[in-house]
């Protein structure tokens, strides 16, 4: 069965730390797909970033990079000079092959990032 | 471009009143999935449509949670009747192509629910 494991739950650094959320996801697929959204206090959920299992580059969007490695099956996700804006939570996802193809999305717990001033 | 649009953003409700939950999807996606966030369960899909017809609803938790999708730009969530348990955040979703694992899901603002 599909799972996604985001073993921190809670991480607080001080900002312009760099920090690294963890996720490790199982699927017995050969092609799928891992995203991850931020959620902040707000509470809405943003689209940050979606990867494709064929695909193992990393990938850098400014302060923001991501390191896919299938041979571990993680995704990890690294701010870089954390800002107090980064607070909120963040979720690692699979794109579930179900029936149908279906694209359903198998969300971690979440790690809930703190940056304090 | 307006992005998932959900209403209301906020109910409050008592145990054993009807609850309707509203969404409308990104123009020209074609797939919407409604989600359900709690602090035990975290996020947790309970039904999804492509092209307007239910596909999944094997997450819906019980009897008394219904879906439609009347058209391709609205979709209703109903609790009927609501229990204190239903307390949670829900979350609408868009998709441009139906079926398709790669396609990126939108997200709504959500409607946070609490059931006395």
């Not at chain 2, 509203?22 to 919407?32: D, E, F, Q, W």
């Not at chain 2, 969530?77 to 868009?94: G, H, M, N, T, W």
């Amino acid at each position: 069965a599909q799972k996604v494991t985001q073993a921190q739950t809670e991480i607080s650094v001080v900002e312009k730390e760099d920090v690294t959320l963890d996720c490790v996801y199982e699927t017995r697929d050969t092609t799928y797909y891992l995203f991850w959204y931020k959620q902040p206090p707000s509470g809405e959920l943003v689209f940050l970033i979606r990867r494709n299992s064929f695909d193992e580059q990393n990938e850098i969007s400014g302060r923001y990079s991501w390191n896919f490695q299938k041979s571990t099956s993680s995704f990890n996700f690294t701010i870089t000079a954390s800002q107090v804006v980064d607070s909120a939570v963040y979720f690692c996802a699979l794109s579930e092959d179900g029936s149908g193809n279906t694209g359903k999305l198998i969300f971690g717990q979440g790690t809930t990032l703190q940056v304090k001033p | 471009d307006a992005g998932v649009i959900q209403s209301p953003r906020h109910e409050v409700t008592e145990m054993g009143q009807e609850v309707t939950l509203r969404c409308k999807p990104i123009s020209g996606h074609n797939s919407l999935f409604w989600y359900r966030q709690t602090m035990m369960r975290g996020l947790e899909l309970l039904i999804y449509f492509n092209n307007n017809v239910p596909i999944d609803d094997s997450g819906m938790p019980e009897d008394r949670f219904s879906a439609k999708m009347p058209n391709a730009s609205f979709s209703t969530l109903k609790i009927q009747p609501s229990e204190p348990r239903d307390s949670a955040v829900y979350f609408c979703a868009s998709t441009v192509k139906p079926g398709q694992r790669e396609d990126t899901q939108y997200f709504g603002p959500g409607t946070r629910l609490t059931v006395l």
